[in-house]
C-alpha cells in the first residue's frame, strides 16, 4: 500500500463512473461525510432485504394457529413486514440518478412541504389542546370556586387573612345539620323539622317588625323555642337556654322589659372595637361586663338556693338570704359539729362573717351585705378591719365600682400589711381567711398583676372564676396605672390564650367567648358542633338583628381556614389586639341554599336579614357617615341581590316569590320579595324589576330555563324581551326538524307551554296585541321577525306533513328568495339577504333544502297528474328551481358548502 500514489488512487477512482456521466457535466465535490452518507443510502436502495433468502423468522406456533382459524397465513404476512423499509418513506417510488439536480430537488422540495404540513398540522393540534386544556381549567376554576362557596369552602388568597381550604361548618359531609346531630333530608321541608320550623317562624317576625321599624326581641322568642324543643339531653337544653339569658343580660334586656329596634347597637358596637376613650363607648363596654355579671351572679343565687332546698336543710318559716346562705355555709364547710376550713375567721359574732360577705357579693346582693355588715358594725369597729364597713359601703354607693383614693390608699396600706399574705399560693396553707383576702381584693382592685383567687375553696367553678374576672374589669382606665389596667379586651385576650382547649366541654368555651364580648369568635365555635349548628345560626341572626356582630367590609372576602371568621389586629392604645368579623352574609347563604327548594319563601327570609348590614345603592354618603363602611354597605347590597337571583333561578314557585301579571295586562299581584323590598333596600317597585327580576330573567334564560324566563320578562314588562326569546326557539325548533302541530294556548298557560313556542309565541303576540299598553311597547322590527318564523315553522311542519302545495305556497308569501330566475330580482333578494334578522338568517339554508325538495315532489305530482295546464305549471316550477339555484350561488360563500351541490343533484334528478 505504500507504493501506490493516493493522487492515483483518486484519479482512478473517478474514471470509474466515467462510463455514466455525460460529457461536459462537471463532478461534484463530496466531503467524507457526505460520501459515508450517500454509501449507505445506495446500499439500502440496492438490498431488497438484510435477511439472507434462506433465513426465516420463527413464528409462535399458537400466534400461527390462531392466524390460521382466520385463513391468514402468518410466514407470507411476516415476510411482507420484513420487506417495509419505513426509512424509504420519503424516497421517490423509481430510483433517480446521481445526476438529476432537478428530480432531486423537486423530490426534496416535496419532501419539505409534506413534513412542514405535517408539523403545521401537529402544531395546531397541540396548540388547540393547550387553548382547550385551560379553557377547561378556567371554567373549571370558576365553576368550582362557586361549588366551593356553596358547600362553604373556597380557595384564595387575601392580604389579611390565612388563605387555603374553607369550611363552613353548618355543611358537614355535604348535608346540612341544623336542628340535630343527625344529617337532615332539606328535600321534606322544614315543617319535618319541628325547632328550625319554630325558629323560621320567629325570623319572620323579626322581618315583620324590620319592615313597620318597630321594636321587638328576637332574643326572647328564640329561647322560648329553645326551651320547648324536645331535646333528647336536657342539659344541653339547659345551656342554649342559659345562653339566651346571657346574652340579653350583656344587652340590657332583662326580663323582657326593654325591645329595640333592628340596629340598635350597631354603631356602639362598631366603633366600640376600634375606639378607647369615647364615653358612650366606655359606658357600652361597661353596660356589657355588668350583664355578664348579672347573669354570674344570678345562675349562682339560684344554684345556691337549690342547693339548700335540695338538702332539706332548715331556714326557717320566712326564709331570707341570709338564712339561705348560712345553710349553704353549714352544707359545704360543716362538718362533724364544727367548720372544716381551719383558716375561717369566726371573730366576729362568732360566725363565718367574711364568708357570708362574700357570698352575699357573690349572689349580687350588695345591699344586703351592707345590711349585714352595718348588724356587726360595733364588733367590726373593734377587730382588725375597723375600715372594712366603711370601705364597703363607698364601694357599694361608686357608680362606676371604685373606691375614692383616699379610701384606697388606706385599704392599699391594709392590705400590703396584713393581708396580702393570707394567701401566697395554690399549694400553701392560707394564713388567713380567705374569703377576707377576697373582698380586700375585690373593693381595692388589689394587686391586678394576679387576676384570680388561688383557693379550690373558693374558686370550685368556672363560673366563680369568671366571676372574678368580671369584678375586677374596670373600661374606665384613662387614669390608672400600666398594671392597674385591666377592660374587656385584656379579659378577652387572656381567655383567648386559654383557648377550648383549656375549658374542654363546647358549653363552658361558648359562655366564655360571650362574657367576653367575643360574639364572632362564639358563633363560630359553636358552629362546628353539630348538634348545636342551627343555635349557632340564630344567636348569629339576633346579634345581627341587635347590632352586635362585626362583619367584613367586603361580603365576598376569605374566612380563616377553617371557621366562619376573619382576623384581623388593631393597635388600641399602644396595645395590640385581634378583632373577629363573622362572614355572616355567607352563613345565610349556605343555609338558605339548602331549602330554597322545599322552602323558598322561609329561605329567602334569612337573606333578607343580610339587609341589616345593607345600605341604598344610589344613595350619597350622609354627612356624618364614615365612607368607608358607606361603601361597604353598598357591597353588602350587592351580594344579597345576586344570592336572591342565583336562588330565584333555583326555586320552583316563582310566582310566590316575583309575583305575576293580571289576566287583563294591567298590574301585577307582587310576591314576597317585593312586599319585602325595603329590607333589602330597594327604593321602588321598578328598582325590584330591574335588580332583582330581570337580572333573575336574564340569567334564567342564559341557563336554557325559558319557562322562567318567559314569566320574568313579562314581570318586568319587558314584551320584546318576550318576543326574542320565543325568536330563538322557534329557530332552535326549525333546525332542530321537530316543529310541533299548532295546539290551543289558554291565557292561564300563556306563559308556560314553551314545549310549542310556535303556539306559544302566536298566543303572546295576540295577548300584546289585544292590550294598548303592551302593545305600544312592541318593536315593529321584532314582532315581524316573529311572524316570519312561526310562519316559516308551519312551512316545515305542511312541509313534515308531505302537504307540499300549502307547504310552498305559504313559503313564498314571505317573500324571502326569488320566484323567478331574472338575474335583477335574485341579485336584489341575494343582496337584502345581508338584512334578514340573524334567526332567520341561520334557518333558511335549512328549509331551501325542504323548499327544492318541495318543487321536486311537486314537479313529479303534476307530471303524473292530468290536468290541462301542466304544462306551464311544471315550467314555473322550474323557473322557481333555477331560481333557488340562482339564489344560492349568489350566496355560495354564506350558505354551507354542500347547500348548492345538494340542490344541483335535486335539479339533475328532477330534469
Sequence with gaps: MSGINLKNLVLEGRSLTNHILPTGVEQIERGIEQIEAQTKRLLRRSSTRQDSPNKKQNVDNRTAYLLASRGIDADKVLENLVDIKLGLTFDPLQGLPDTDIDGYLVNEHENLVSIAIEESKNKTISDFEQNFEKLVQKDWNKQKRKIMEDLGHQVATHPDYESSMIQLTLVIDGSNRFASGMALDTTTGLSDHPRLRAYANVVKEINQHRLTESPYLPTTYF???????????????????????????????????????????????????????????????????????????????????????????????????????EAFLKIKFFRNGRWSLPWLDLSIGKTPFWAHVYYLVRMGLRKDALDYIERYSSEIGASQDPNFHTYFRAWCQSPDGRLPKSHRDKLIGEWNSRVRDYLVDSKSTPKGDVFKYTLYKLIGRCELNI?????????????????????????????????????????????????????????????????????EKAIDELSKEPYFAADALHFAVAMAYYGVLNVPENPKSIPVSGTLISTLKLKISNVEYEVNYLHFAKLMNVFAKDWIQSDPIDALHYVYLIGLFGKPLDSAVPPNQNKQLWESGKEYTRYTYSIIKELITNASKTPKLLGEMHSDGHGRTAGTIEKHRKLIHLESDQEFLDRIVLPAAEQCDLEGRYKDALEMYNLC???????????????????????????????????????????????????????????????????????????????????????????????????????????????????????????IAKVLPNLLLSVTNALSQTYHQIKQSKTTDKEKMLVDIKERFKAVISYCGFLQYQFPGDLLATINRTWVMLE
Design 223 to 325: 329561647k322560648k323555642v329553645a326551651n320547648e324543643a324536645r331535646l333528647q339531653d336536657s342539659n344541653q337544653q339547659k345551656f342554649i337556654v342559659g345562653s339566651w339569658n346571657l346574652l340579653e343580660s350583656m344587652l340590657g334586656i332583662r326580663k323582657g322589659k326593654v325591645s329595640y329596634v333592628a340596629g340598635h347597637f350597631s354603631e356602639l358596637y362598631t366603633q366600640s372595637t376600634r375606639d378607647s376613650v369615647d364615653p358612650a363607648f366606655i359606658k357600652f363596654r361597661t353596660n356589657l361586663v355588668d350583664g355578664g355579671r348579672y347573669w354570674l351572679e344570678e345562675t349562682f343565687k339560684n344554684w345556691l338556693t337549690s342547693q339548700v332546698r335540695d338538702q332539706h336543710y332548715e331556714i326557717g318559716g320566712r326564709p331570707t338570704v341570709h338564712s339561705e346562705v
Design 451 to 519: 387576676k384570680t383567687i388561688r383557693n379550690q375553696d373558693l374558686i370550685s367553678t368556672t363560673d366563680d372564676y369568671l366571676w372574678i374576672h368580671t369584678m375586677l374589669i374596670n373600661e374606665n382606665y384613662v387614669n390608672d396605672a400600666a398594671f392597674e389596667k385591666y377592660t374587656l379586651r385584656d379579659f378577652s385576650q387572656t381567655m383567648l390564650k386559654f383557648g377550648k382547649a383549656y375549658f374542654k366541654k363546647i358549653e363552658i368555651w361558648f359562655t366564655v367567648l360571650l362574657l367576653c364580648g367575643e360574639y
Design 717 to 839: 314588562g319587558q314584551p320584546n324581551k318576550v318576543i326574542e326569546l320565543l325568536i330563538r326557539k322557534i329557530g332552535e325548533t326549525i333546525l332542530s326538524g321537530d316543529v310541533p302541530s299548532t295546539i290551543h294556548t289558554s291565557e292561564n298557560t300563556l306563559f308556560g307551554n314553551i314545549s310549542n313556542p310556535v303556539a306559544t309565541a302566536e298566543g303572546i303576540l295576540a295577548f300584546y296585541y289585544s292590550r294598548p299598553q303592551q302593545a305600544s311597547m312592541l318593536d315593529l322590527r321584532i314582532t315581524n321577525t316573529c311572524k316570519t318564523l312561526i310562519n316559516l315553522a308551519k312551512f316545515k311542519h305542511l312541509y313534515d306533513q308531505k302537504e307540499f302545495k300549502s307547504a310552498l305556497k305559504l313559503f313564498y308569501e314571505l317573500d324571502l328568495i326569488p320566484s323567478s330566475n331574472d338575474i335583477t330580482l335574485v341579485r336584489n333578494k341575494a343582496n337584502s339577504f345581508s338584512a334578514l334578522d340573524d334567526n
